[in-house]
């Protein structure tokens, strides 16, 4: 194979120094490994962008994540739902206060306070009327017409003086102070009791409150009724 090599190169190739050849293969790798190396620092850079918005989103709870979903009626403010107070009273069995969902009716007040006692007549009782803040509701209750008796917000409640027995159940403080011997204190002892025990089942209870006496209560016995 030598002799196809031209004579001018076949000098050259002899000629040359071992140890030249070696610093010319070094030149060429390290020639080599700055071109790879500049080749790789001139690529885009990857940037790292985290998880998907979507994920994100998940995470939240309550109108935040209303509001990252892109609903135009979103708020990130509290909830706009409010409540109301309402005075269930009568044949009920928790009579007293209790707490409703704006925009409750006046069967969703009964069941807030335990629903009606066995035997009660609901038919005077407009159940699907929507109730209002701060009434009264007044259940089952003979003789009390009008809106008391349909839950409504006014109207006087049946037993006042000169209309019969008044219902311990139903009568207010200021109904009760009609009762001989019965002032603004004792009144509001007797609704005390009402609210605490779930109504009187009996006229004998009203022996439990404090103030009321043996002659006391022989003496209001005939003018009160459950």
């Given at each position: 194979?030598?002799?196809?090599?031209?004579?001018g190169?076949?000098?050259?190739?002899?000629?040359?120094d071992?140890?030249?050849a070696v610093?010319?293969a070094?030149?060429?790798?390290?020639?080599?490994?700055?071109?790879g190396l500049?080749?790789l620092?001139s690529?885009?850079a990857e940037?790292?962008?985290?998880?998907?918005?979507?994920a994100?989103v998940?995470t939240l709870?309550?109108?935040a994540?209303?509001?990252?979903?892109?609903?135009?009626?979103?708020?990130?403010g509290?909830?706009?739902?409010?409540t109301?107070?309402?005075?269930?009273?009568?044949k009920?069995?928790?009579?007293?206060?209790?707490?409703?969902?704006a925009?409750?009716r006046?069967?969703?007040?009964?069941?807030?306070?335990?629903?009606?006692?066995?035997?009660?007549?609901?038919?005077t009782?407009?159940?699907?009327r929507?109730?209002v803040?701060?009434?009264?509701?007044?259940?089952?209750?003979?003789?009390a017409?009008?809106?008391t008796?349909?839950?409504g917000?006014?109207?006087?409640?049946?037993g006042?003086?000169g209309?019969?027995?008044?219902?311990?159940?139903?009568?207010?403080?200021?109904?009760?102070?009609?009762l001989?011997?019965?002032?603004?204190?004792?009144?509001?002892r007797?609704?005390?009791y009402?609210?605490?025990?779930?109504?009187?089942q009996?006229v004998?209870q009203?022996?439990e409150?404090?103030?009321?006496?043996d002659?006391?209560f022989?003496?209001?016995?005939s003018k009160?009724?459950?």
């Open positions: 194979m030598a002799d196809r090599i031209p004579v190169l076949r000098s050259g190739l002899v000629a040359l071992p140890r030249a610093a010319i070094v030149v060429g790798i390290v020639a080599a490994l700055l071109g500049l080749w620092r690529r885009p940037v790292d962008l985290g998880p998907p918005i979507a994100a998940s709870t309550g109108p994540a209303a509001a990252a979903s892109g609903d135009p009626g979103a708020t990130a509290p909830s706009n739902a409010a109301m107070l309402v005075h269930v009273a009568g009920v069995r928790h009579p007293g206060v209790v707490e409703l969902a925009g409750a006046v069967i969703d007040a009964i069941e807030a306070a335990g629903g009606v006692r066995a035997g009660t007549d609901l038919t009782v407009n159940l699907a929507p109730v803040d701060g009434e009264q509701i007044v259940v089952g209750v003979p003789g017409g009008g809106a008796a349909a839950g917000p006014s109207g006087p409640v049946s006042g003086a209309a019969g027995p008044i219902d311990l159940n139903t009568a207010t403080a200021q109904q009760l102070e009609q001989p011997g019965v002032g603004p204190v004792l009144a509001q007797i609704v005390d009402r609210n605490a025990n779930g109504g009187f009996s004998e009203l022996r409150v404090t103030g009321i006496g002659a006391r022989q003496e209001l016995a009160v009724r459950v």
